[in-house]
T-cell receptor
């Protein structure tokens, strides 16, 4: 069964606007971590933001914030004030327990229009 | 001072050949991984080593053999390469305690012709 689901294969956003990338997850482990990574056309995997399952507040890192809704099992990434350099593939990922592998979603390709 | 470095970055080879990809991390992490990214950009775990011990071995053909000489290095050897092995292979590492962040290498694009 798919544990991480990203339902938006591709999205467009106008420069300087905010955009939300969706991610839902499925786990029965009470301890887990949720990650977002950016993969630009150059190919590297860039860590953006992390949310632990016990964290009370939503994570924020600069223009990135994670809208964590535990009961709905969703961990959407919000990018504020989009920039042309934000055009890339974005992956949501989950780690179950205190260590071990990351399981990735299918990715969302974001295109920022000038 | 690259944190996770992989070599080579590009690898083009003929079917049936044997090739290796090397990975080294200088973060002091205990766990290292190999991931495969297919043509549809889907990332899937292949192997994981913790302090030189194999802890994750997903359903991967036995033509793929990881080797970890020490906890800072994890190499991937592939025998009898097939067209379907063409992909981007990422090495990653993670620490223990707290955030358990994962750091990825820049990837190796393998093309089998």
């Amino acid at each position: 069964a798919q544990k991480i689901t990203q339902t938006q294969p591709g999205m467009f956003v106008q420069e300087k606007e905010a955009v939300t990338l969706d991610c839902t997850y499925d786990t029965s482990d009470p301890s887990y971590g949720l990650f977002w990574y950016k993969q630009p056309s150059s190919g590297e995997m860039i860590f953006l933001i992390y949310q632990g399952s016990y964290d009370q507040q939503n994570a924020t890192e600069g223009r990135y914030s994670l809208n964590f809704q535990k009961a709905r099992k969703s961990a959407n990434l919000v990018i504020s004030a989009s920039q042309l350099g934000d055009s890339a593939m974005y992956f949501c990922a989950m780690r179950e327990g205190q260590g071990g592998k990351l399981i990735f979603g299918q990715g969302t390709e974001l295109s920022v229009k000038p | 001072d690259t944190a996770v470095s992989q070599t080579p970055k590009y690898l083009v080879t003929q079917m049936g050949n044997d090739k290796s990809i090397k990975c080294e991390q200088n973060l002091g992490h205990d766990t290292m991984y190999w991931y495969k990214q297919d043509s549809k950009k889907f990332l899937k775990i292949m192997f994981s080593y913790n302090n030189k011990e194999l802890i994750i071995n997903e359903t991967v053909p036995n033509r793929f053999s990881p080797k970890s000489p020490d906890k800072a290095h994890l190499n991937l050897h592939i025998n009898s390469l097939e067209l379907g092995d063409s992909a981007v292979y990422f090495c990653a590492s993670s620490g223990t305690g707290g955030f358990y962040g994962y750091t990825f290498g820049s990837g190796t694009r393998l093309t089998v012709v």
